[in-house]
């Protein structure tokens, strides 16, 4: 098994798993592998594209699909060849949800592994209207001070500190809030 950050590093294989991955791979470094997986967690075709399990959270779902499928010209559309569900009680925050995601991410991979390559005649195909997400920025973090922080939780749990932290505006300064749970 290799481990590599760049699709420019691929080299020929029988399986490459595409895990977080950010890039569009192109058909070239697709063809150098039998099988290209994908782990998302959406119930796809609903939910493609960017940050499915953040804009799922701020919908107010609190149970998320994760299907493993097979990379295809067209984002997001190849056959699904496994499934699982996450649930969420509410309170969790982003790092817990990354990690709940990466356990099932794992989950999936490894089944598909151990059933391969007999899985490959199980693949199914996506089924339904496509949906897409955008690609969250800092203004996707962008907090209301005249609103509850319950009615906003969502959003806080969603942030992430780091990179885009939640933040307002008040009096023409600009307030950044970070949510981090107590010990």
């Known amino acids: 098994m290799v481990w590599i950050h760049d699709a420019a590093e691929l080299e020929p294989g029988d399986v490459a798993f595409f895990l977080g991955c950010e ?3 192109s058909p070239e470094r697709l063809a150098l592998h039998a099988n290209n997986l994908v782990v998302h967690a959406s119930d796809l075709p609903r939910g493609k594209g960017w940050s ?11 149970e998320i699909p994760v299907v493993l499928f097979e990379a295809a010209e067209k984002v997001d559309s190849g056959p699904i060849y496994g499934r699982r569900t996450m649930a969420f009680r509410g309170t969790e925050l982003i790092d817990e949800m990354r990690r709940q995601l990466a356990a099932a991410t794992f989950e999936l991979c490894e089944e598909f592994l151990a059933r ?22 800092p203004a996707d973090s962008r907090l209301d001070p005249d609103r509850s922080i319950r009615e906003q939780f969502r959003l806080m ?15 023409g300064q600009t307030f950044l809030v970070k949510v981090e749970k107590g010990r």
């Open 157 to 171: 749990r969603v942030a992430d500190n780091d990179r885009y932290p939640c933040y307002f505006e008040l009096d």
């Open 52 to 62: 499915p399990l953040t804009w799922q959270v701020l919908e107010g779902k609190d």
């Open 116 to 137: 391969y390559p007999d899985v490959l005649r199980e693949g199914v195909t996506q089924q339904g209207e496509a949906t897409f997400y955008s690609r969250r920025g």
């Open 23 to 25: 890039q569009l791979v």
